[in-house]
Nanobody
Framework: QVQLQESGPGLVKPSQTLSLTCTVS??????????WSWIRQPPGKGLEWIGY???????YYSPSLKSRTSISRDTSKNQFILQLSSVTPEDTAVYYC???????????WGQGTQVIVSS
């Protein structure tokens, strides 16, 4: 059973960098043909895909967030990390990490972590 767990600060000041870690257990983030994603849901809105890091280590970002987003990984800890720079209150959301197999639907999700951007 694959499990994902988000961690990171729940409060970030405007203009700072939001950094979240997703720790994966029950499966390796380097296993072929899996993509490890970050998704968020602002209050009262739908899910927004932020980006993913592939099993190969290659990242891919949403065009709307690309200029502020970095997704990396630590294979020794089986973790992948989201960094979102220059945050504003509009980045306030519940942030989820999730796994998606190639050419398929998301199959495992973290429980989500609330991040509030406020001074």
């Amino acid at each position: 059973q694959v499990q994902l767990q988000e961690s990171g600060p729940g409060l970030v000041k405007p203009s700072q960098t939001l950094s979240l870690t997703c720790t994966v257990s029950g499966g390796s983030i380097t296993t072929n043909y899996y993509y490890w994603s970050w998704i968020r849901q602002p209050p009262g809105k739908g899910l927004e895909w932020i980006g993913y890091i592939a099993y190969s280590g290659s990242p891919y970002y949403s065009p709307s967030l690309k200029s502020r987003t970095s997704i990396s990984r630590d294979t020794s800890k089986n973790q992948f990390i989201l960094q979102l720079s220059s945050v504003t209150p509009e980045d306030t959301a519940v942030y989820y990490c999730a796994r998606v197999p190639f050419d398929n639907e998301y199959d495992y999700w973290g429980q989500g972590t609330q991040v509030i951007v406020s001074s």
